[in-house]
Structures are given as C-alpha cells and as structure tokens.
T-cell receptor, first 121, second 112 residues
Framework: DTGVSQDPRHKITKRGQNVTFRCDPI?????LYWYRQTLGQGPEFLTY????????KSRLLSDRFSAERPKGSFSTLEIQRTEQGDSAMYLC???????????????????FGAGTRLSVL | QKEVEQNSGPLSVPEGAIASLNCTYS??????FFWYRQYSGKSPELIMS????GDKEDGRFTAQLNKASQYVSLLIRDSQPSDSATYLC????????????FGSGTRLQVQP
C-alpha cells in the first residue's frame, strides 16, 4: 500500500493519560500535515512539516500537543494529559510538489490517511 | 479570520439527477480550491482541484470557480447512490501557508 498510513486506527484512553499517534506519508512526499476533525465539522489544521522542519503550528496546538518528524520520514503526534475535549479523529496528510512546477505554482495536493480516532473517557 | 462556508444539508437528489454543491469563502487572496468527498467514518478523498476562474470537468464532476464572487461549486452529473457522502470544500489561502482551510461539509443523499 503506497498511501498515507496511520497507526493506531482507534485509541481509547482515560483522561490524563498520554497518547502518541504515528503517520507514515506517501513515500517521497516531503510535506506532512496533521489535522483534527470532530463530528459534523471539516478537518482543522494543527501543524505542518516540510522534511524534518516544523514550519507551521495552529493556535489549536496547545502546549500539551507536540509533533515530530525525525529524518523527514514518518511523523508522531503526542498529546499529553489528555482531556475529553481532545476526542476527535486525527488525520494525517502528505503532499509533494508536482513534477515540473516551481515553488510559487505548486499545486500541493494533499492526500489523507485513514485517521486515528481518539476517545478520551 | 479567513473562513469557508458550506450549507450542511442534507442535499437530497434522485438518482440520475444533477447535484449542485456550493461553497463561499471570505477572502479574495486565495489561490487553490479543492473538493474532497468523505464517507461516514472514512478519511477525505480528493475529487477535484481548481485554480483559475471557469469550469473544470473530470468525468461526472465539474468544478466551477468565480473568484470575483468568491464562490466555488461542484456539480455531480448522473448522481448515483454511491455518491452519497459529505463533500468538503477546502481553500489554500495565497499567504504562503501550506495548510488547507475546510468548510464543515455538505451531506449529499442520492435517493435510488
């Protein structure tokens, strides 16, 4: 399977526990994104990596959230001291410049993984 | 605050009809527009992308963009029950940011 892979698919945890999710992007995609989606809403941006550098962080990303992308390959998203309000689907997406496009005209198509559904009890 | 607005629906159309989904956005400084389809409990799947004013057709799908009026629409011809899903409109603002801003989605129901 050459798509975006996320693990685990489901996570149930108790309030106050720490959780970590993993995302493996499409191979050779240098951009990786994390989004959060709650019921009835569209995905909300959390953070973005280009290679190993974290270039954007949303104000939604409180200090309990941390994301890494060591070596510019897979990424992890950790939530410390989980709260019930953290219950959501956490989506990872990856993208790359289209062949032949410069940075100013890149189409930046984002492809999503299946997501990790987090339930905080 | 840049926003993307969609009617939540549900939009109900009979099988074989044309489904018209609309999306408005708040800022003229926008570059790229995307339509994603999301089945219940699944991840968003890209349907169409459009970057310049006018129409873009791909099979049964046509995306229409009008930057002056700040709206983008998706037409689905010959709607099938398998098209029943939530359709998400997404915008990438022309501010150097890479993130997408999504609307809350329109739920489409195609009645057999």
């Amino acid at each position: 399977d050459t798509g975006v892979s996320q693990d685990p698919r489901h996570k149930i945890t108790k309030r106050g526990q720490n959780v970590t999710f993993r995302c493996d992007p499409i191979s050779e995609h240098n951009r990786l994104y994390w989004y959060r989606q709650t019921l009835g809403q569209g995905p909300e941006f959390l953070t973005y990596f280009q290679n190993e550098a974290q270039l954007e962080k949303s104000r939604l990303l409180s200090d309990r959230f941390s994301a890494e992308r060591p070596k510019g390959s897979f990424s992890t998203l950790e939530i410390q001291r989980t709260e019930q309000g953290d219950s959501a689907m956490y989506l990872c997406a990856s993208s790359s410049l289209e062949p032949g496009q410069g940075t100013t005209t890149a189409k930046n198509i984002q492809y999503f993984g299946a997501g990790t559904r987090l339930s905080v009890l | 605050q840049k926003e993307v607005e969609q009617n939540s629906g549900p939009l109900s159309v009979p099988e074989g009809a044309i489904a018209s989904l609309n999306c408005t956005y708040s800022d003229r400084v926008s570059q790229s527009f995307f339509w994603y389809r999301q089945y219940s409990g699944k991840s968003p799947e890209l349907i169409m992308s459009i970057y310049s004013n006018g129409d873009k057709e791909d099979g049964r799908f046509t995306a229409q963009l009008n930057k002056a009026s700040q709206y983008v629409s998706l037409l689905i011809r010959d709607s099938q029950p398998s098209d029943s899903a939530t359709y998400l409109c997404a915008v990438r603002w022309d501010t150097g940011r890479r993130a997408l801003t999504f609307g809350s989605g329109t739920r489409l129901q195609v009645q057999p």
